[in-house]
């Protein structure tokens, strides 16, 4: 392996133990369990992988045995993200049951195409793994598409953390699909060409939660440059919002 | 064949929301303070707005009017109402963008009434959406018109996905009251004219 192909293959792996470094001092962990144990996990992952790269039989089983954690975290994360952005919606009868739905909707449209297009992996765990890596991405692009929408329509703060994780795992997750279809369709001829792109997106992914995360929060407001109310003209104003109230 | 439709459409929408965020980060206004709230909202008339979604006055209207005059002057309410719900989408989203950057604040009394602002916009904006959307499905196809059929009650509009529209304005104008003097701004006055 040259050195090139070893910052492309394994470059992305310092940058999530940055992000997991950033999480621990951040102490993120009590705001976003899943998504530090998704990081948490992934460092262990990738620190494994690249420990036995050289023994191709054990890479295959640490890859494989890794890869099949990887949906499960993916859910949990995007169910962290949905009960983050829509705490707020939590008293609508119809909000609840989106999430649950979506999952159900990708799988089953994950689990059609797999039949509609055969990707010669019909057997197998190998299959099944690939099969739900797909269905996570698909809800990780729904999440993402959603969120967006909700930030044109309703003003959502993109600024916020959840909608960070949703927006890198959203555009990873895309150029995901469109690589894994295009593999589907072209074949092995441009495997080293979808795989980098891949890698490339996951590490502007890292780049993306990276930002989110260590961006301090906003310093002091301005506040206005005139002296506070005093307590007898706040009763006042406070007596006018009163009587602007409906009986 | 649908598969394979969705599972494009999806490529598509993703590619799509990275696009708009991004355009969307790059116009979005930049950090709107309280300077930057009163002169920019839309005043709503709510005791015409009352008026319009009261069921006694259409009775009245109803009774009052021939059925293709009463037809004719409700098309014409409609088309007010979606006026106002306008203005009220408009509102709403100058207050979150507002409320937004005040959560953000270090002053935890702000942030409060902030986060109250956000909600009751948030919910504002989704019933003046809700709205928008049913009454303008009427205007396009014309259920006004439809001899068959009775004429559209705007009362019906009232709540909408289970919000009581004009209440809920109500309770934003209340809510940006509070945190305008939390603020310590003193046009207080003209924040309640503007919305």
Sequence with gaps: MTLLNLILWWGELPLQAVLLYVLVRKQSFRTFPWFFAYTLFAVTAGVSRFLVRSHPSVYQGVYWTTEAIYPLMGIAVMYEVFRSVFRNFSRLWWFPPIFPVTVVLCLALTI???????????????????????????????????????????????????????????????????????????????????????????????????????????????????????????????????????? | ???????????????????????????????????????FLLP??????????????????????????????????????VAFVHRMAHNAAVLIDWANREAEGSDEQAAMLAHDLQQIAVEVRLYSLLTMIKLRLWLLIRLDSWQVLPAPSLYEVREVGGILGLESYDRLKTAASFLFLEMGRRNFDELLHNL
């Design chain 1, 112 to 247: 059609s195409r797999n039949h509609s297009v055969p990707s010669g992996l019909e057997h197998g765990a190998i299959a099944w793994i690939i099969g739900a890596e797909l269905g996570v991405r698909l809800l990780q692009v729904a999440m993402f598409a959603l969120l967006v929408t909700l930030v044109l329509l309703f003003g959502l703060r993109w600024r916020q953390q959840a909608f960070g994780i949703c927006a890198g795992y959203g555009l990873f997750a895309t150029v995901a699909l469109l690589t894994t279809t295009k593999f589907y369709e072209f074949g092995t001829r441009f495997k080293f060409l979808w795989g980098m792109v891949s890698i490339i997106t996951y590490s502007i992914a890292v780049v993306i939660w990276l930002w989110y995360f260590s961006v301090p929060p906003k310093a002091e407001l301005s506040r206005a440059e005139q002296p506070p109310l005093s307590a007898q003209e706040l009763g006042r104003y406070k007596e006018i919002v009163r009587r602007v109230r409906r009986p």
């Design chain 2, 44 to 81: 709503v008339d709510l005791e015409k707005a009352e008026t319009l979604l009261d069921a006694n006055t259409e009775t009245h209207l109803r009774c009052d009017l021939s059925r293709r005059d009463f037809r004719k002057l409700q098309r014409k309410r409609i088309h007010l109402y």
């Design chain 2, 1 to 39: 064949m649908i598969v394979t439709i969705v599972w494009n459409l999806m490529i598509t929408a993703g590619f799509i929301s990275c696009v708009v965020i991004a355009a969307w980060i790059w116009f979005h206004f930049p950090d709107r303070t309280a300077d930057d709230v009163v002169d």
